[in-house]
């Protein structure tokens, strides 16, 4: 469990502060971090959908999901969601790439730096899918391991102005990965096996990272 001060705001407030990043004219890039089932997602996608297309843009990290077929010539299927299951070092390369976007040289569509998605339904991420234009103040990601200390995480983590660490309460967080799961064709009792199971061993490791956080946040 994270130990660590905790702040608690409204979502209103939340926009606030994220406003305050999207500066015309400047590139910042916020990202959103915490435990599977923190709400990482829900919130990035409702600051990005708050400040509009022309503040805002969001980029996730789960684009980079290593492909399932790649995760089984690996032996690492069955723990899908770990940090060795992601393409770290071209999740760092983007978010470099985006930070310095507006120092290129590049106009017109050549200046566009085209992010993957991650499908969920598929289970599968996508390539070249999000769009992301030079004159977008405020760039928004999010993921588990944005304040990972191994690997190519923290070549990420110095294109990244500030990460904030979503805490919610423990029993919600439980409670919306298993209803994630079963959304998603797992039985109820697969469900809490994959929660208890990959998805704590992976929290654990993220919530370890919290203190590297710029703050920790409870949103009411």
Do not use: C
């Amino acid at each position: 469990m994270i130990d660590l001060t905790v702040q608690e705001l409204s979502l209103e407030e939340l926009f606030d502060r994220a406003r305050a990043l999207a500066v015309p004219g400047e590139r910042h890039i916020l990202g959103f971090t915490g435990a599977p089932g923190a709400g990482k997602s829900t919130v990035a996608e409702q600051v990005v959908d708050a400040l509009g297309p022309d503040l805002a843009a969001l980029v996730p990290m789960d684009g980079f999901h290593l492909a399932n077929e790649v995760l089984l010539a690996l032996g690492r299927r069955d723990r899908k969601g770990a940090h060795d299951t992601f393409d770290a070092a071209g999740y760092a390369s983007l978010m470099t790439r985006i930070r310095g976007q507006q120092q290129s040289n590049l106009a017109g569509d050549d200046a566009i730096v085209y992010a993957p998605r991650f499908r969920r339904e598929i289970e599968e991420p996508i390539g070249s899918s999000i769009p992301v234009h030079p004159d977008t103040p405020l760039i928004v990601t999010e993921g588990n391991y944005l304040l990972l200390e191994s690997g190519a995480w923290p070549q990420a983590r110095a294109a990244i102005d500030q990460v904030w660490f979503l805490a919610p309460v423990e029993a919600v967080r439980h409670e919306r990965l298993v209803k994630r799961h079963e959304a998603y064709g797992k039985s109820h009792e697969e469900a809490e096996l994959w929660a208890l199971g990959s998805d704590q061993r992976n929290a654990e490791v993220i919530e370890a990272t919290a203190s590297r956080a710029e703050a920790i946040l409870r949103l009411l």
